[in-house]
């Protein structure tokens, strides 16, 4: 079954465990911008060289770079039957161009999912994997915000995808296995549909 989709979420509410499983499910590849990021970076290309001039300040990466390295990434034979896409869009501007990349190649998206979760839970989860893993940066103050500030960027992308029908929202709360039974019922139900 070929899909073509992207994975929103908040911090903490499992989508890198939920997007391997959703990959192996559809064998297709998960494409995240960090891991994109570093490949093209360890492997010396002309972006990933443009991308650590900015990385190297700490300034994040220009949607002129990133945009280039995803529509490299995804045009990649592996690809060929689609992609799961973690970390972008993470912009208006983004989804646009994401649907412009696409549209040169005669595709759109099949779905967009929405893994959702409750912020007091997910505080408490980042909490918990702060201490396991020894991350004192991550307190509940700074939990919080970067909850806000996923919520103001990727509310309107929500809104648009929503809009075209494409979005499918999952509670990202309960057991592991639950969790992406719902997320793979729904996607069989609107990759079916198409």
Known sequence: MSARMVLLGPPGAGKGTQAERI?????????????????????GTELGLKAKEY?????????????????DRISQPDCVEGFLLDGYPRTEAQV??????LEERGLGLDAVVE??????????RLLNRAQEQGRADDTEPVIRRRLE??????EPLAAM??????????DGIGEINDVTERIMSVLRDALNAH
């Open 115 to 124: 893994i959702t979760a409750d912020s007091d839970v997910v505080v408490e």
């Open 96 to 101: 646009h161009e994401l649907d412009r990349m």
């Open 149 to 154: 500030v996923y919520a103001e960027q990727t």
């Open 23 to 43: 990959c192996a499910a559809l064998n297709i590849p998960a494409i995240s911008t960090g891991d994109i990021f570093r490949s093209n970076v360890a492997g």
């Open 161 to 170: 995808y929503r809009e075209r029908d494409l979005l499918l929202q999952v």
């Open 55 to 71: 990385m190297d300040k700490g300034e994040y990466v220009p949607d002129s770079v990133t945009n280039a390295m995803v529509a």
